[in-house]
Structure formats: C-alpha cells, structure tokens
C-alpha cells in the first residue's frame, strides 16, 4: 500500500459519508418523531377513559337508566298528551336508534288542530325530543293522522 491508495481510500470514504450523512439524519429525525408519537399514543391508552359527553344541554335528556326505559317514559308522556288532547294513538312501537338516543314509531290521528298542537307540545317541552322523520295526510271529517318516528336522548 501507498500512499495514493490510502489517500484514494480516505476520498472515497468521505465521499460516502457525506452522501450518506443527510438521509442518516433524516431517518434519525423521524424515528424520534414515531418513538414521541408512540409515547403519546401509549399515555393515552393508559389514561383513565373520558366522560362521555352529553349529547344534549343539562335537563333536556329524558332521565332514564337505559333506552328501553326512556321509550317507556317517551310513551308514557305521549299517551298523557294525547289523552289529553283528544289525539287518538294509534301506534306507538320501539324503533331502532343510535347510542344514548332512544326512539318510537307512533300514529297519532284526531281532529287537525289537536293533532297540530299535540305534536307541538311534544316537540317543545322537557324533555327533548324531535320527529326525525314524519308524514301527515288528511283523513275524513277534517281530521289528519301523523306517522312518525320520534327521538329523545337519555344519556
């Protein structure tokens, strides 16, 4: 060995170094973003669970345990109305709904004013609940029958 050869060597080995030095860099750089993004990932899921958020303001949820006592609660409430309005209920069923929603299928059918101003009270009363879908059409004598599906949140 000569010193040509050793001084062509430690050229060469520069020359890979340097092309080497920026990418190493860069990977270094995102492996200590991953391992910081892990880190974070891993405190999260070792952090106690949340409170889930309520899906409505304080007092406007129906106050029950579960879905299946909200309907009841929702049916009980519908049934006094109607009663007392003179609204005939002609069905009232459990319908599907998403989590902490409950929901009922109803038909209610009587004279329009009181049929109009029952399904306004429902709407806005405590607790509340909305007609995500509905349909009213005429009946004989001046009469209207709405079928519906109503939605009330109890958590």
Not at 81 to 107: F, Q, T
């Amino acid at each position: 060995m000569n010193r040509a050869t050793i001084a062509l060597g430690v050229a060469a080995g520069g020359v890979v170094l340097a092309l080497t030095a920026l990418p190493a860099a860069r990977a270094v750089e995102a492996l200590q973003r991953a391992r910081q993004t892990h880190a974070a990932l891993a405190a999260d899921l070792a952090a106690p669970p949340r409170a889930p958020v309520p899906i409505v303001a304080p007092g406007l949820a129906v106050a029950a345990q579960d879905a299946a006592q909200a309907r009841v609660l929702m049916a009980r409430q519908i049934r006094s109305a109607a009663a007392a309005g003179g609204v005939l209920v002609e069905r009232l069923d459990p319908a599907p709904s998403g989590a902490g929603v409950a929901a009922v299928a109803l038909r209610l059918s009587g004279p329009e004013k009181a049929v109009v101003a029952l399904v306004d009270r429902i709407e806005r009363n405590a607790p509340l609940t909305r007609f995500c879908s509905w349909k009213i059409s005429a009946l004989a004598n001046g009469g209207v029958r709405v079928e519906g599906e109503l939605v009330a949140a109890w958590q």
